[in-house]
């Protein structure tokens, strides 16, 4: 279960106001994601994340920010700290530069969790080929409105393209895994190799 804070705390937030318009960088002026969500509360946003996701709405908002600021020296973290309530609409304190990478790295942390998990399910056998499409669906349509709240058009064209070339996957995954169930197995820790169907060692 995950542990992090659900809401702004004072430990992530510096807890100064947002700076005056006419301090605002330009590209964060034109910055326009999330403003589907212009009139949603930290909480409500947080809540729909928890109930689908890993992550916190803080995570998702500071980690698509990191993208969307990244230049050729790397992440524009105090920009994104600084006018953080400018950039997205329900958070409503700044975040100092610590903060920002703080949440960005339990971003990246939960999605390497969350994708060794799926992949496990996927890989063990433990679905059927209709079960896993079954999931693939339904984790494809919360990835696609995330997408839209964003502010990205998914044209139908480009969502069953997508759908298609997700399908494919799964199947050369499915395939790969079961070859590799009976065949040697090496330890992603200790680099051990033994045969899958050791169970002792």
């Not at 799926?118 to 997408?147: H, I, N, Q, R």
């Amino acid at each position: 279960m995950d542990d992090s804070p659900d809401t702004e705390t004072p430990e992530t937030a510096d807890g100064d106001d947002a700076a005056p318009d006419d301090e605002i960088p330009e590209d964060v002026k034109k910055y326009d994601r999330f403003k589907k969500i212009d009139t949603a509360t930290y909480d409500r946003a947080n809540e729909f994340l928890r109930e689908r996701t890993y992550v916190t709405a803080r995570e998702w908002a500071i980690a698509r920010l990191c993208a969307d600021f990244r230049t050729e020296t790397g992440v524009e973290m105090t920009k994104i700290g600084e006018n953080l309530p400018e950039l997205v609409p329900f958070m409503t304190d700044t975040y100092t530069p610590q903060a920002v990478n703080q949440a960005r790295s339990s971003f990246d942390e939960k999605v390497r969790k969350a994708g060794a998990t799926f992949l496990y399910g996927a890989m063990s056998d433990f679905y059927t080929a209709e079960e896993l499409d079954d999931v693939m669906y339904e984790v494809t349509e919360v990835a696609k409105f995330l997408l839209e709240v964003e502010g990205v058009d998914l044209a139908v064209e480009q969502e069953l393209a997508a759908e298609d070339q997700i399908s494919s996957v799964m199947r050369d995954v499915r395939e790969h895994s079961a070859a590799l169930r009976h065949d040697e197995v090496c330890c992603p820790e200790c680099g051990h190799e033994f045969e899958a169907g050791d169970a002792g060692q």
